[in-house]
């Protein structure tokens, strides 16, 4: 069962970290300042693409809320990383991206 009450206390301790209002981080994540102020106080989740944009502006991980990945591999931990920035990114870099990914298929498809 998800503990929404933890959740937000972690994501209140690394925003304050980061010396970062409600207000700057709700902006930078693109929520409302009264949506954050309801996750910090376990009244609401966030849904996953806002939550992993806030883990790469707070630089936190999954193991920060206690949920240990066992038997990680490189190739997971790229892929993470990808997907962490497809999943952040606006309209402009997704379309870089999907051109890129093609290319790159189209490439390793002639070897």
């Given at each position: 069962m998800i503990n929404a009450l933890s959740i937000g206390k972690i994501i209140k301790q690394f925003r304050c970290q980061n010396n970062l209002t409600q207000e700057e981080l709700a902006e930078k994540v693109d929520i409302s300042k009264n949506y954050l102020s309801k996750v910090e106080r376990g009244l609401?989740?966030?849904?996953?693409?806002?939550?992993?944009?806030?883990?790469?502006?707070?630089?936190?991980?999954?193991?920060?809320?206690?949920?240990?990945?066992?038997?990680?591999?490189?190739?997971?931990?790229?892929?993470?990383?990808?997907?962490?920035?497809?999943?952040?990114s606006n309209q402009e870099k997704l379309e870089i991206y999907s051109k890129l990914i093609n290319l790159a298929d189209e490439v390793l498809i002639k070897k």
């Open positions: 609401s989740l966030l849904n996953m693409e806002t939550f992993l944009k806030m883990a790469q502006i707070l630089s936190f991980s999954l193991e920060d809320f206690g949920i240990k990945i066992q038997n990680e591999t490189k190739n997971d931990i790229v892929k993470q990383e990808i997907i962490t920035k497809i999943l952040s």
